[in-house]
């Protein structure tokens, strides 16, 4: 089955502590991004690399890192610089060009204590 | 740059009646997309209707239709015949063409009456 796939669904993380979140796809597509969720503020954009070796920063991209070594894969790395990093976070993915639409993960529910 | 705006944070509407879900953009691209994605309690990600900017005519999707108004940057749904399954968050999002920047809105939670 093709898709998105995300892990953890649920993470606990200890303040001052960096952690990956996973994002990986085998729908062969180009684009890939991630977006941060809170309540009443929709979903906003942290990285999106169209490429393998090349991302953009989104709005709220302080205090994030990504990387694109591989087609399938765009981890998303939540920094000790990140001042609110409890959240929802959904990776998504899209062909790109003419082809529309992004398909989303399940997404990942990081808990910062 | 691209904005998009939800002015409406909660609608309730009757199940079987209608309801217009609103949604605002900006950009300066000619070249773009439009989309309402549906997040049900699951947190899921669901593509309800998409619109390419080229095109005159409304986008539908049996129940689900838009009012795309390209001068003046307004992109509303249309939800006909309401069904209890219909509530949920809904998204608006806008995508260039030519660098895939994909940005949403905050988003409209609706509800739906029985």
């Known amino acids: ?8 669904k649920y993470l606990f993380r200890k303040e001052g502590q960096n952690v990956t979140l996973s994002c990986e796809q085998n729908l062969n597509h180009d684009a890939m991004y991630w977006y941060r969720q809170d309540p009443g503020q929709g979903l906003r954009l942290i990285y999106y690399s169209q490429i393998v070796n090349d991302f953009q920063k989104g709005d709220i991209a302080e205090g994030y890192s990504v990387s694109r070594e591989k087609k399938e894969s765009f981890p998303l790395t939540v920094t000790s610089a990140q001042k609110n990093p409890t959240a929802f ?4 993915s899209s062909i790109g060009g003419l082809v529309t639409e992004a398909f989303f993960g399940q997404g990942t529910r990081l808990t910062v204590v | 740059a691209q904005t998009v705006t939800q002015s409406q944070p909660e609608m309730s509407v009757q199940e079987a009646e209608t309801v217009t879900l609103s949604c605002t953009y900006d950009t300066s691209e000619s070249d773009y ?17 998409r ?7 409304n986008a539908t999707e049996n129940r689900f239709s838009v009012n795309f108004q390209k001068a003046a940057k307004s992109f509303s ?34 509800t739906v009456k029985p």
């Open chain 1, 1 to 8: 089955d093709g898709g998105i796939t995300q892990s953890p």
């Open chain 1, 89 to 92: 976070y959904l990776c998504a």
């Open chain 2, 33 to 49: 997309y439009l989309f309402w994605y549906k997040q049900p309690p699951s947190r899921q990600m669901i593509l309800v209707i």
């Open chain 2, 51 to 57: 619109q390419e900017a080229y095109k005159q005519q």
């Open chain 2, 77 to 110: 749904l249309k939800i006909s015949d309401s069904q209890l399954g219909d509530a949920a968050m809904y998204f608006c999002a806008s995508k260039l063409y030519n660098n895939n920047d994909m940005r949403f809105g905050a988003g409209t939670r609706l």
